[in-house]
């Protein structure tokens, strides 16, 4: 009811901003004039000014925020824009917002227009240069994320940079070329019928001509840069004013929508990623459970793609493509094959690229439900104990068939506890939750989910705008498994995920061990189609949607979910710890907070602390005198040499024994992880250290 008469309120305030607008005729997204992109910007600049969670004002300070958002949007490498440039797009610094609550967004056609003219310079620039041999016998360096770099001082710094960047992207080609040669020297003969076929769709990525590789790409660039028309480079402006009010907060041009549409429509299906875009990199930033590239196993969460393949076609290179056309490439018809070429993001930015063909399909529904196994596990007194793990992948709830009334609707909680109670038939002696990859999903899920663990009791709090604060709770007494319970976590750990593990922590209820936090994600989103309020006042036309966050997460203990995520009491080696994955590392984002801690929590189990910290000392020593885990943290070394090298050598030779070096590390510490007892287990699906560790802790628990 708040949300109507929101909308409403609302509503008569435009019809106050705008009292001259009849009603006119629904046009599509191509006819938009003057009159359109003024409405579409003043509601906009509204909506998330007066609704979002940090009801902040469009005044001079979140003016200077939208400027600076702006210029990163277009330019993350920062390779266009010089400083010269900023100091004359600075005259309008201070003047944005008030110029957005007009309907003026001059602004950001004028910086796009400079945008564009230096885009075609550096294509210029390139066709020039690339006629000439660049030596790859000097000692050059590049930085090739530049998104924490200077810009530019002036036109001549400017094309130092252009020249550095165009000699590691020809030297990169020329890489990719010698590793393949040297791939196929190495293995003639010896290949599978598999192997020699993925050969072959890499040999497809070799570059006769990297100089004109790169050409090509810069062309690709440059058509879709001046293919923007007005409503797309407004799309992008107030994205950015959107962005300032939070990392989860956007506005999608009409575009964009009818994009989606029409991809649902034509039945499009893709690999089951999320993607974003990192320094001109198409990058992996979570895996939907069920879907083609989870179940495959060899894409990676930090991967970046770099050039994609339809079958039996040739490979399209994506780098410095905007993300939503790459996205496009990688979708297609259901069971087609699509092959990306990636550098893995576990080696770092001299990672050579890799080809990896999956088939894509819509996310089987029945792969993302929660799965149970029960592993029989000796504790550090050395009984055996029965460990029941559940492996749930979001929360998950059909909500259409729940307003329909049907009684047996789709729910994570009624799987989870169809699992309990086998496992209580089964005399399991400790659960583990295993929510490493859940990234949310229904927050009445979350709550009543906790419930199964506990008779009563608050769950979450919650804070909107208006700072008022709603306490939900589960509230039907039953409890299913009152058992040791561990709920194991990582940095993927997000919304829904993270309150159930604070719920069970703070109530001391259960145990939370795994990566260092969780990602952080404390905010709850609205999403809203801006045409609600054309009609108002008269209008209607295709105005697209924002999303922002409306109200914010807190645990029963008091703290906020946000930022800062849920802290494991027993941290366990991984590759996602070592990330920089979560909400702290996103800009922009909502700080942590807190309120009171919430009245009528129980606690569960006497004596937590130092339980807690008994397991904790006998995981540290299991784990110092596990072999395998020895050999995981120098493959977890490795990986983080890689991550914190900033720029990379331009002198080929010094590059290639950087190369070859690194893959020969790489190769020992796979060899030394393979060849430790129980190497051969990975085969068996028992390869996974931490999940083990895990249920080892469980084991331990309950003993005590």
């Known amino acids: 009811m708040r949300k109507i008469f929101r909308s409403v309120v609302f509503a008569v305030l435009l019809a ?24 579409i910007t003043r509601i906009t600049a509204r909506l998330l000014s007066k609704n979002h969670y940090r009801q902040q004002e469009l005044d001079v300070n979140l003016s200077r925020q939208l400027f600076d958002e702006y210029l990163d949007e277009l330019d993350p490498g920062k390779v266009y824009f010089t400083q010269e440039d900023v100091a004359e797009f600075a005259k309008d610094r201070d003047t944005l917002c008030r110029r957005l609550e007009n309907g003026d967004s001059s602004f950001a056609f004028k910086v796009y227009d400079v945008f564009r003219k230096r885009v075609n310079e550096f294509r210029a620039f390139a066709e020039k240069r690339l006629r000439e041999p660049f030596d790859f016998t000097l000692d050059e360096s590049f930085t090739p994320d530049r998104s924490k770099e200077p810009r530019a001082k002036d036109r001549a710094e400017l094309e130092k940079l252009w020249y550095l960047r165009l000699k590691n992207d020809v030297l990169s080609y020329r890489l990719m070329n010698r590793v393949q040669e040297e791939e196929r020297a190495e293995n003639k003969g010896k290949l599978t019928e598999e192997e020699k076929k993925r050969l072959e769709t ?56 009818e994009d989606f549409e029409m991809s649902m429509n034509l039945s499009l299906s893709g690999i089951g990623a999320t993607l974003t875009s990192d320094g001109g990199y198409i990058k992996i930033v979570g895996l939907s459970p069920g879907g083609p590239a989870a179940l495959d196993g060899r894409l990676k969460v930090e991967d970046r793609i770099i050039a994609v393949a339809q079958e039996n076609g040739e490979p399209v290179d994506v780098v410095d493509m905007p993300l939503s056309k790459a996205v496009q490439l990688i979708r297609g018809p259901e069971k087609s094959k699509v092959t990306l070429t990636i550098l893995p993001g576990e080696k770092g930015r001299s990672a050579v690229p890799e080809t990896i063909t999956l088939t894509r399909d819509k996310i089987v529904l029945v792969e993302s439900e929660a799965k149970g196994e029960i592993r029989t596990v000796k504790a550090a007194n050395g009984k055996e104990r029965r460990i029941g793990i559940i492996t749930l992948p979001g929360f998950y709830m059909d909500f259409d068939a729940a307003m329909r009334g049907d009684p047996n609707f789709k729910s994570c909680t009624r799987d989870v506890k169809k699992i309990l109670e086998n496992f209580k038939k089964e005399k399991v002696d400790a659960v583990v939750m295993d929510l490493r990859r859940n990234g949310g999903g229904s927050l009445p899920e979350a709550i009543t989910l906790t419930g199964l663990f506990i008779p009563s009791g608050p769950v979450v709090q919650i804070r909107s705008a208006n700072q008022r604060i709603a306490v939900k709770s589960d509230e039907d007494n039953e409890q299913t498994y009152a058992g040791p319970l561990v709920v194991l976590t990582s940095k993927l750990s997000a919304s829904a995920a993270e309150i159930f593990s ?57 703290g906020s979910v946000q930022q800062l995520g849920i802290a494991s009491d027993i941290v366990l080696p991984s590759l996602t710890d070592q990330m920089e994955v979560g909400e702290m590392f996103m800009k922009n984002h909502l700080p942590w907070d807190s309120v009171k801690p919430a009245d009528g929590v129980k606690t569960f189990v006497p004596d937590f602390g130092k339980k807690v910290e008994k397991l ?89």
């Open 616 to 704: 904790k000392a006998l995981s540290q020593a299991r784990i110092e005198k596990d072999p395998e885990y020895t050999a995981f943290r120098k493959k977890l070394e490795l990986y983080n040499k890689y991550k914190d090298r900033k720029s990379v050598s331009l002198n080929e030779e010094a590059r290639w024994r950087e190369y070859r070096e690194e893959k020969q590390l790489q190769d020992e510490a796979d060899k030394l992880y393979e060849n430790q007892p129980g190497g051969e287990k990975k085969k068996s699906g028992d390869s996974d250290l931490v999940l083990r560790e895990a249920a080892n802790i469980a084991a331990d628990f309950s003993t005590l």
């Open 16 to 39: 106050g901003m705008f009292p001259g607008f009849a009603a006119a005729p629904s046009r599509t997204a191509a006819e938009y004039g003057d009159k359109e992109l003024a409405l």
């Open 202 to 257: 890499a040999a497809k990525w070799e570059i006769r001509n990297p100089g004109e590789k790169v050409l090509s790409r810069l062309r690709d660039i440059n058509n879709d840069i001046i293919q923007k028309d007005k409503v797309d480079i407004l799309g992008i402006y107030l994205n950015s004013l959107a962005q300032v009010y939070g990392p989860h907060s956007n506005y999608y041009a009409p575009k964009l929508e």
């Open 502 to 558: 604070a719920a069970i922590r703070d109530c001391e209820r259960g145990i939370v061990v795994g990566d260092s936090r969780t990602f952080g994600k404390g905010t709850v989103l609205d999403v809203v189609p801006l045409d609600r309020y054309l009609r108002y006042i008269g209008e209607e036309f295709q105005a697209g949607s924002a999303t922002y966050e409306t109200a914010m997460f807190f645990r029963i203990a008091g």
